[in-house]
């Protein structure tokens, strides 16, 4: 089992032990529906263009487990974009898993272009970019809650 631990937001407080499947979020994406005007929604558009750049050794973000290097990093997602969240200590439940470090703020970030060009080259990006600023890690297996930690309130 892992020994370097690592971070992760659920919507409800999880019991040291618990286990995290992979694959929440793309359940999730595959329940949105159109509306009534058969419009998707962008978050959808974003994550299917990440999944068609996504090179075949690297986990899928539709089938892995979301988490964060730091718990200061943990903190500063959790106050920018999952206030309602709380932070998880965590391991990875397979040392041998694969992972992918990307930028998080690529793959939440509206786009910038609306032309098809940049969107593809927004999507590669995620896959290549070498020193994330706002690291998350992909992994491919379930990962264990190690412990809730103490964090400051929101502000």
């Not at 920018?80 to 439940?93: A, D, K, W």
Request: aromatic residues 10%.
């Amino acid at each position: 089992m892992g020994t370097t631990s690592y971070f992760h937001y659920a919507p409800v407080t999880l019991a040291p032990g618990s286990i995290i499947q992979p694959g929440n979020w793309g359940r999730i994406l595959a329940l949105y529906e159109t509306n009534n005007t058969t419009q998707v929604q962008l978050n959808v558009i974003r994550e299917a263009l990440i999944e068609l750049a996504r090179p075949a050794t690297k986990p899928s973000r539709l089938e892995c487990v979301f988490a964060v290097p730091t718990l200061g990093e943990a903190i500063k997602f959790r106050n920018q974009h999952q206030r309602l969240s709380v932070i998880h200590e965590v391991i990875p439940v397979d040392d041998a898993t694969t992972t992918h470090v990307g930028d998080y703020e690529i793959a939440i970030t509206p786009f910038v272009g609306r032309y098809m060009q940049l969107m593809i080259d927004f999507a590669r990006s995620y896959w290549t970019v070498t020193q994330p600023q706002n690291p998350e890690i992909l992994f491919s297996c379930p990962i264990q809650v190690v412990a809730v930690p103490s964090v400051p309130p929101l502000p």
